[in-house]
């Protein structure tokens, strides 16, 4: 026998007759409404018999939170918000067990949310949704228990059981990012669901879709877990969460940010076990490789590095100072945040909270006599001119920049107010990156490439013969998608006298552009991109992907 025709043989031995269900379950269709709901709109049964019969047949305990005394210790176990958005009201406590009153036998999902707030078990009980809603009404409305103070919710939240549902909700999903090698997990709330989403690769891809209800305490349990203001729900907000698995240390950076449907939370992982990568592991090789091992051995000057989020800026620049790092060299870091610790290296963290931001450090690393200097970023007028005199007075800088190639960079410097002389002086080296998807070793497949992909490598089938390619095929080790892993590919432009005497001039990026190609032997970002291609290495859909090139 269906749930629903045990309920309509309770509604019957209450009193409602073949012809009452009959109009019942046309007006229950018509309205898109339960049958109870329909029951009680028509004025057939009380809310009382129906929802008695409701419990009853759901195998649940019934309770009327209109006659229940709320004490303000259960009340209080659960913040007032959640109650609300949940439309859920904890009623009573009995051998260590939370009760909770819910209106419909489907939101039994509501016990998992709040024994993350209560830690402890619960259970649910029907009960008669104009009753509930007006006792939820009077709890939000006056405030008192419900309104649980942030650091008693927290620590009730974080002594939790370990095997408590959202708990375990949070640790699987780290976990299984890890083990899906995704470098970001993106939290994102919508009006009905909750879409969970890894970045593997560099390419979002689907995880999980949850109920829109787990929505509120999976975020309160990464706030609690990142250190931040659980009350806090207007603002942006940062923090870091040290996350073990297996042994292995995980450094995880959380942002949240407040949405139309909610805050979205954007985690960033970083595993301290991989170890450094070298120069020639990230894909830097040939000519610009040897040429950039001889530019960063140079005295003093600036070495910057640019690119967007996420190209690899810092890993580059890490890799540069694993190659100086000798005990006759004094280095020094300023970095937000420290994202790997080397040996001998003096390493400082940014902290603008108190107003240690890189320009302050820039200062005090001057005076702690260092051979070479890494800043972060410049990101302002003030930090850029730092860098600039530290680079004219015999200290090597490194640092980076949010450019889309290395020209633009020096148009940057320029614009944050750095002189041109003293641009064209300082800065010995920059180059522009970008991480490309490496095809999978199990699965690739090489076939000669058709007459548009040799077009848009721009090489000529006459001349150059039978070319193959890559293909992405798809096996398990790569999850079907033809790729694993990735390395970059890279624009360096060494400044040479040519290119000095132009920057002075104030000449534009494009002029600069031609001059370092055509004069100072710069391959670009789609040039190095195209000899990883006829290597092998990637796809020509790739490179354009990744360069929107050709």
């Known amino acids: 026998m269906t749930a629903r025709q045990t309920l309509e043989d309770g509604l019957r031995a209450a009193g409602l007759g073949d012809a009452d269900l009959d109009k019942a379950r046309s007006y229950a269709s018509s309205k898109g409404a339960t049958l109870e709901r329909a029951v009680v709109a028509l004025g057939m049964l009380d809310e009382d018999r129906v929802y008695r019969c409701v419990a009853k047949t759901a195998g649940l305990p019934f309770v009327d939170p209109g006659k229940a005394k709320l004490e303000d210790d259960v009340v209080g176990r659960v913040p007032r918000d959640q109650i609300e958005q949940s439309g859920a009201l904890p009623v009573l406590i009995r051998d260590g067990v939370l009760y909770v009153a819910i209106d419909d036998p489907l939101k039994t999902y509501v016990a998992d949310n709040f024994a993350f707030f209560a830690g402890c078990d619960v259970r649910c009980a029907i009960a008669p949704p104009g009753r509930l809603k007006e006792a939820i009404r009077r709890i939000v ?22 095997d408590a549902p959202i708990i375990r909700l949070v640790e699987e999903t780290i976990s299984r990012a890890i083990e899906e090698r995704a470098s970001d997990i993106h939290i994102e709330p919508y009006e009905h669901r909750v879409r969970v989403r890894f970045r593997v690769d560099g390419v979002l891809r689907d995880h999980e879709s949850l109920d829109r209800a787990l929505h509120g305490p999976l975020t309160s349990r990464l706030k609690i877990m990142a250190s931040m203001d659980i009350a806090e729900r207007r603002k942006p907000q940062d923090g870091r969460i040290d996350f073990r698995r297996g042994g292995r240390a995980i450094d995880i950076r959380a942002s949240v940010l407040p949405s139309s449907h909610g805050e979205t939370v954007v985690m960033r992982l970083l595993d301290k076990d991989q170890g450094l990568r070298s120069l020639e592991a990230l894909g830097f090789e040939g000519e610009d490789r040897r040429r950039f091992s001889e530019t960063i051995k140079r005295p003093n000057g600036i070495v910057l590095v640019t690119g967007p989020t996420g190209s690899g800026k810092t890993t580059t620049l890490y890799a540069a100072l694993r190659e100086l790092n000798r005990p006759d060299v004094k280095i020094i870091t300023a970095e937000d945040p420290v994202e790997f610790n080397i040996a001998g290296i003096n390493q400082c963290q940014a902290r603008s909270a108190i107003g240690l931001d890189f320009a302050r450090i820039l200062r005090a690393m001057l005076r702690q006599a260092p051979n070479i200097i890494l800043v972060g970023e410049i990101r302002d007028r003030e930090t850029a001119e730092i860098a600039v005199q530290a680079a004219l007075t015999g200290h090597l800088v490194f640092s980076t920049l949010h450019t889309n190639d290395a020209p633009s960079a020096i ?20 180059m522009a990156q970008r991480l490309i998807r490496v095809l999978c070793t199990e699965c690739r497949r090489l076939e000669p490439a058709t007459e548009s992909e040799l077009r848009t490598l721009g090489l000529d089938a006459a001349k150059t013969g039978a070319i193959e390619v890559g293909r992405a095929v798809g096996c398990p080790r790569c999850e079907g998608t033809g790729f694993r892993g990735r390395i970059g590919i890279f624009e360096l432009m060494i400044l040479n006298p040519t290119l000095r005497e132009a920057i002075f001039g104030g000449t534009s990026t494009e002029s600069l552009r031609n001059l370092a190609i055509t004069g100072a032997g710069m391959r670009s970002l789609f040039q190095d991109g195209v000899r990883k291609v006829l290597d092998g290495v990637t796809t020509v859909d790739e490179l354009l992907r990744v360069t929107a090139s050709g």
């Open 411 to 430: 148009t940057r410097l320029v614009d944050m107010g750095v002189k041109p002389f003293l641009a064209s002086a300082a800065v010995q080296a920059v």
């Open 141 to 162: 409305a006056g405030g008192g228990a419900a309104a649980t103070p942030r650091g008693k919710a927290d620590a009730r939240a974080d002594s939790g059981d370990p």
